[in-house]
T-cell receptor
Framework: KNQVEQSPQSLIILEGKNCTLQ??????????LRWYKQDTGRGPVSLTI?????NTKSNGRYTATLDADTKQSSLHITASQLSDSASYIC?????????????FGTGTRLTVIP | DVKVTQSSRYLVKRTGEKVFLECVQD?????MFWYRQDPGLGLRLIYF???????EKGDIPEGYSVSREKKERFSLILESASTNQTSMYLC???????????FGQGTRLTVV
């Protein structure tokens, strides 16, 4: 069964600190993996996309990693800011041809406090 | 920039009412999707469409219908709203079947 699991469910960190969010998946065949950021009351916005051949990709203070062998991804946030407070959702695309091939994690709720 | 616009940010409707949620995208995308998002459950696909007048059921289509008369517009219809349809509804679009899905800002629907 295709599943995406994220941990932790929620996280509180001090401003300026680093943190790492985890995503494990069983989706097969694998096409790509995206991390989305969702501010409260808003729609998700893509941060990074990881394909099978990519191990690491950065977008400013966000760095995503992918281990396709163990089917794990992480999102590392460096020097956190108050504006990083949001839910982070891991989304894995199955490598089939149908349009309905996205599998969503339930997200990690990050709160950055001053 | 891709823009996916949902007609309302917040809606409050009464049980039994017919509810229309509208979504418009401005990038000539083929695929459009309607999801609902509930705490602890993540995003669940209600319906999607890969072409005008085409629609496919997602994982939780019961109690919903959709309409896609024009390429840029995808409507979600609750024929008779019920309290268990209180949720955040998200519309998304993508150019192709393996390309990024862009989301609207969401509609928070409360059925009382």
């Amino acid at each position: 069964k295709n599943q995406v699991e994220q941990s932790p469910q929620s996280l509180i960190i001090l401003e300026g600190k680093n943190c790492t969010l985890q995503c494990n998946y069983t989706v097969s065949p694998f096409s790509n993996l995206r991390w989305y950021k969702q501010d409260t009351g808003r729609g998700p916005v893509s941060l990074t996309i990881m394909t099978f051949s990519e191990n690491t990709k950065s977008n400013g203070r966000y760095t995503a990693t992918l281990d396709a062998d163990t089917k794990q991804s992480s999102l590392h946030i460096t020097a956190s800011q108050l504006s990083d407070s949001a839910s982070y959702i891991c989304v894995v695309r199955e490598g089939q041809t149908g349009a309905n091939n996205l599998f969503f994690g339930t997200g990690t709720r990050l709160t950055v406090i001053p | 920039d891709v823009k996916v616009t949902q007609s309302s940010r917040y809606l409050v409707k009464r049980t039994g009412e017919k509810v229309f949620l509208e979504c418009v995208q401005d990038m000539d995308h083929e695929n459009m999707f309607w999801y609902r998002q509930d705490p602890g459950l993540g995003l669940r696909l209600i319906y999607f469409s890969y072409d005008v007048k085409m629609k496919e059921k997602g994982d939780i289509p019961e109690g919903y219908s959709v309409s896609r008369e024009k390429k840029e517009r995808f409507s979600l219809i609750l024929e008779s709203a019920s309290t268990n349809q209180t949720s955040m509804y998200l519309c998304a679009s993508s150019l192709g079947r393996h390309t990024e899905a862009f989301f609207g800002q969401g509609t928070r629907l409360t059925v009382v």
